[in-house]
């Protein structure tokens, strides 16, 4: 973010000497020299490179905003799904331990049989 600062910065400073240039020629100066002509596609073409850089970087921002979306979006589902599988956990130890318990009553039944066939 602060490139794009930097460039909104070093943009509107070449926007401002443009038109100081513009305005000194308005002026009343009779034409412009070769020197001033020159600064000016210079400075014309520093706007074009600086205004190319600012349209890059705020696509790049973009696509890193929409990756940083995307990746929101998966974190969540991620978490759905966790507390998905939480809840079938959950699920699945509490009829293991009803069955746990039918078992050891079945077995506390059997006992006293297994013991008189034992002895009988």
Avoid: C, F, W
């Avoid at 078992?103 to 002895?119: C, R, S, T, Y």
Wanted: aromatic share 0%.
């Amino acid at each position: 973010m602060s490139d794009i600062s930097a460039l909104e910065r070093r943009l509107t400073a070449a926007m401002d000497r443009i038109g100081a240039a513009v305005a000194s020629y308005e002026a009343g100066q009779a034409g412009p020299s070769e020197e001033e002509l020159a600064a000016q596609r210079g400075l014309e073409a520093q706007v074009l490179q600086l205004k190319q850089a600012l349209e890059a970087e705020q696509t790049a921002n973009t696509q890193l905003r929409e990756r940083i979306d995307a990746m929101k979006a998966l974190k969540e589902r991620q978490q759905e799904r966790i507390a998905e599988l939480e809840e079938a956990e959950a699920a699945l130890r509490a009829k293991q331990a009803e069955d746990r318990e039918e078992l050891d009553a079945v077995i506390a039944a059997l006992e006293p049989l297994v013991g008189e066939a034992a002895h009988g």
